[in-house]
């Protein structure tokens, strides 16, 4: 059992009442390596509940549904209270008696949208946020999160055990279980070190449940060009629900977010927002991160502007205005993207205020970060992840052993562990985040560190000669997981251990199938992982998505 987490946890958790959802065993056939939205659905229908199409209801009908648990994504999955037909329900939280409306119908289940509340679910809350229930952010806040716990170790179960193809793990104190409980977060609000806001020319206004919900209230008028910032309504891409506040980040990113937003109202001609439909417009993003002085560990805030022209000297009354009320503020960066597509990376950056980057500490190092790089994004839970990483390495201790960090951003956590071992090889994408890797290493000190930029999807018979053979790989691809070039590779590699970090677990679960139950299929491999550790760590509260870690072992 891990070292890293309370037991007492585990038991307090177990309070609660389980209902553990059966779930088909295998992948859908057809493309194991696309899992949508839908597939993880599919995947998830409760087998005895498959309706016949009498059973089935109509679209555009509404019904009374129960919720009796939370599905991948955070989906309630409910049952029509008369037929005990399988319907996905965005918002239903277990316990709860609703009224829905039949959007979609699929093969022995439909997914709905909620009407109206009959009674509320088991463990309510009152939501602390002004625009929880209109805002496409985070959407567990009525749920006490003790509970919101629970969901989330029982999806990373019901994924490795089905998805996986590990069966259900022994309980938590048998030697033979490989599900721990999960790690809670100490900050459940304020967390965030990073938030990216949108620009729009329409308003979201929130009018309650019922008309965000429907999706049919087109509640603005579309000749009119409005100023927006903020976050997007559920599910629409054009329009954007106005935030001057949010609970998941710090004060003072709050206040700054205020004033950029006044700001914009007043000068909308000057610095027009970007329209996603009509493709006009020049502010399309603003992303504002947090971290902290190496030296007297305060508060330094970063604001990035994602624009769709190149006209950096538009945005400088702004930048002076924010600037001058906050000292905080140590980088002011516009990133130029003329692409249509959502992507807020930037393809030119202008430094228009400070160094470019922000400093954080994280396990007793210290890193730049700057505005294209992909840094952990709750820096004190990464600290409780990263130990629970180090602690799966097993590592002898001896500097004896080489260690491949693959998707290794800014190379934190290969950093991290680069004193206990020999020498760490990291890989990543994005070039900036590599240069701030090596830059990073040199800041601490450290010398046994290499970062090499490339793309793990796309794998070269080259691949693996710019390091030795590792006895330990740690991995921590973002949300389609690995590729199956990479995943054959590692399976001809045989590290010793694997370490697999995922925000993802169902991507993650079929990786994992493929790392240990290949032998003598699709890949051809004789080699076999063993699963011996799974982890979930609660990264971010209030919403449903998930962290885990997961340690294979090869099998000799
Ligand atoms: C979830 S982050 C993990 C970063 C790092 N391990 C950490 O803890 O900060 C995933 C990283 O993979 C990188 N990445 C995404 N696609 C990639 C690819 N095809 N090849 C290499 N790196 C990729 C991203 O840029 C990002 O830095």
Same mark, same amino acid.
């Given at each position: 059992?891990?070292?890293?987490?309370?037991?007492?946890?585990?038991?307090? =958790?177990?309070?609660?009442?389980?209902?553990?959802?059966?779930?088909?065993?295998? !992948?859908?056939?057809?493309?194991?390596?696309?899992?949508?939205?839908?597939?993880?659905?599919?995947?998830?229908?409760?087998?005895?509940?498959?309706?016949?199409?009498?059973?089935?209801?109509?679209?555009?009908?509404?019904?009374?549904?129960?919720?009796?648990?939370?599905?991948?994504?955070?989906?309630?999955?409910?049952?029509?209270?008369?037929?005990?037909?399988?319907?996905?329900?965005?918002?239903?939280?277990?316990?709860?008696?609703?009224?829905?409306?039949?959007?979609?119908? %699929? #093969?022995?289940?439909?997914?709905?949208?909620?009407?109206? +509340?009959?009674?509320?679910?088991?463990?309510?809350? +009152?939501?602390?946020?002004?625009?929880?229930?209109?805002?496409?952010?985070?959407?567990?806040? *009525?749920?006490?999160?003790?509970?919101?716990?629970?969901?989330?170790?029982?999806?990373?179960?019901?994924?490795?055990? /089905?998805?996986?193809?590990?069966?259900?793990?022994?309980?938590?104190?048998?030697?033979?279980?490989?599900?721990?409980?999960? $790690?809670?977060?100490?900050?459940?609000?304020?967390?965030?070190?990073?938030?990216?806001?949108?620009?729009?020319?329409?308003?979201?206004?929130?009018?309650?449940?019922?008309?965000?919900?429907?999706?049919?209230?087109?509640?603005?008028?579309?000749?009119?060009?409005?100023?927006?910032?903020?976050?997007?309504?559920?599910?629409?891409?054009? #329009?954007?629900?106005?935030?001057?506040?949010? =609970?998941?980040?710090?004060?003072?990113?709050?206040?700054?977010?205020?004033?950029?937003?006044?700001?914009?109202?007043?000068?909308?001609?000057?610095?027009?927002?970007?329209?996603?439909?009509?493709?006009?417009?020049?502010?399309?993003?603003?992303?504002?991160?947090?971290?902290?002085?190496? *030296?007297?560990?305060? !508060?330094?805030?970063? $604001?990035?502007?994602? @624009?769709?022209?190149?006209?950096?000297?538009?945005?400088?009354?702004?930048?002076?205005?924010?600037?001058?009320?906050?000292?905080?503020?140590?980088?002011?960066?516009?990133?130029?993207? +003329?692409?249509?597509?959502?992507?807020?990376?930037?393809?030119?950056?202008?430094?228009?205020?400070?160094?470019?980057?922000?400093?954080?500490?994280?396990?007793?190092?210290?890193?730049?970060?700057?505005?294209?790089?992909?840094?952990?994004?709750?820096?004190?839970?990464?600290?409780?992840?990263?130990?629970?990483?180090?602690?799966?390495?097993?590592?002898?201790?001896?500097?004896?052993?080489?260690?491949?960090?693959?998707?290794?951003?800014?190379?934190?956590?290969?950093?991290?562990?680069?004193?206990?071992?020999?020498?760490?090889?990291?890989?990543?994408?994005?070039?900036?985040?590599?240069?701030?890797?090596?830059?990073?290493?040199? %800041?601490?000190?450290?010398?046994?560190? @290499?970062?090499?930029?490339?793309?793990?999807?796309?794998?070269?018979?080259?691949?693996?000669?710019?390091?030795?053979?590792?006895?330990? $790989?740690?991995?921590?691809?973002?949300?389609?997981?690995?590729?199956?070039? =990479?995943?054959?590779?590692?399976?001809? !590699?045989?590290?010793?251990?694997?370490?697999?970090?995922?925000?993802?677990?169902?991507?993650?679960? /079929?990786?994992?199938?493929?790392?240990?139950?290949?032998?003598?299929?699709?890949?051809?491999?004789? @080699?076999?992982?063993?699963?011996?550790?799974?982890?979930?760590?609660?990264?971010?509260?209030?919403?449903?998505?998930?962290?885990?870690?997961?340690?294979?072992?090869?099998?000799?």
């Amino acid at each position: 059992a891990s070292s890293c987490l309370s037991r007492r946890w585990f038991y307090s =958790l177990h309070l609660f009442p389980r209902r553990c959802s059966s779930l088909p065993s295998s !992948l859908p056939s057809d493309s194991p390596r696309i899992f949508s939205a839908a597939a993880a659905l599919r995947l998830q229908i409760p087998r005895g509940s498959r309706g016949s199409r009498s059973f089935f209801p109509k679209k555009g009908q509404d019904l009374e549904l129960e919720c009796e648990s939370l599905a991948y994504k955070g989906l309630g999955v409910c049952k029509v209270v008369e037929t005990g037909f399988v319907v996905f329900c965005e918002r239903a939280l277990p316990g709860e008696r609703l009224v829905a409306r039949i959007v979609k119908k %699929r #093969k022995g289940f439909a997914e709905a949208y909620k009407l109206k +509340t009959l009674s509320v679910h088991n463990n309510a809350v +009152t939501a602390p946020c002004k625009y929880f229930g209109e805002c496409g952010g985070c959407k567990a806040q *009525n749920l006490a999160y003790e509970a919101q716990l629970q969901a989330k170790e029982q999806q990373v179960h019901d994924l490795v055990a /089905r998805v996986g193809k590990f069966g259900r793990s022994a309980p938590v104190d048998h030697p033979d279980s490989y599900m721990m409980p999960i $790690v809670p977060c100490l900050s459940q609000y304020h967390y965030r070190n990073k938030m990216e806001f949108s620009y729009g020319t329409k308003k979201w206004r929130p009018v309650g449940e019922y008309m965000t919900a429907s999706k049919e209230a087109e509640n603005v008028d579309p000749k009119v060009m409005e100023f927006a910032l903020g976050l997007h309504a559920p599910g629409r891409f054009d #329009k954007v629900l106005p935030i001057d506040h949010c =609970l998941l980040q710090h004060d003072t990113s709050n206040q700054v977010l205020a004033m950029i937003q006044e700001f914009g109202e007043k000068n909308v001609h000057q610095l027009p927002p970007y329209d996603v439909r009509t493709h006009e417009g020049f502010l399309k993003h603003l992303t504002i991160r947090s971290g902290r002085d190496c *030296n007297t560990g305060e !508060l330094q805030l970063m $604001v990035n502007f994602v @624009t769709k022209d190149d006209k950096p000297e538009l945005l400088q009354p702004l930048v002076d205005r924010i600037s001058a009320s906050f000292p905080q503020l140590v980088s002011i960066v516009n990133n130029v993207n +003329t692409s249509i597509g959502p992507s807020s990376v930037g393809e030119k950056e202008h430094v228009l205020h400070g160094v470019g980057f922000i400093t954080e500490h994280l396990r007793g190092l210290v890193f730049e970060i700057s505005a294209n790089s992909f840094f952990q994004t709750n820096t004190d839970q990464a600290e409780v992840l990263y130990r629970c990483v180090e602690e799966q390495c097993k590592l002898k201790g001896d500097s004896s052993e080489i260690v491949l960090d693959l998707f290794c951003g800014t190379g934190s956590i290969g950093l991290s562990i680069a004193s206990r071992v020999k020498h760490v090889y990291g890989y990543e994408l994005v070039p900036e985040a590599v240069a701030d890797a090596r830059r990073n290493a040199d %800041r601490n000190g450290i010398l046994n560190a @290499t970062f090499i930029q490339g793309d793990l999807n796309k794998l070269t018979g080259d691949f693996g000669k710019d390091f030795p053979k590792p006895d330990i $790989v740690i991995t921590d691809p973002n949300r389609p997981g690995m590729h199956l070039k =990479l995943i054959s590779y590692l399976l001809k !590699l045989k590290a010793r251990r694997i370490v697999y970090v995922s925000c993802n677990p169902a991507t993650c679960a /079929r990786d994992l199938d493929l790392l240990c139950h290949s032998q003598g299929g699709e890949l051809g491999m004789e @080699t076999r992982y063993q699963l011996v550790h799974v982890q979930p760590v609660d990264m971010f509260p209030q919403t449903f998505h998930i962290e885990c870690i997961c340690t294979l072992e090869l099998c000799t």
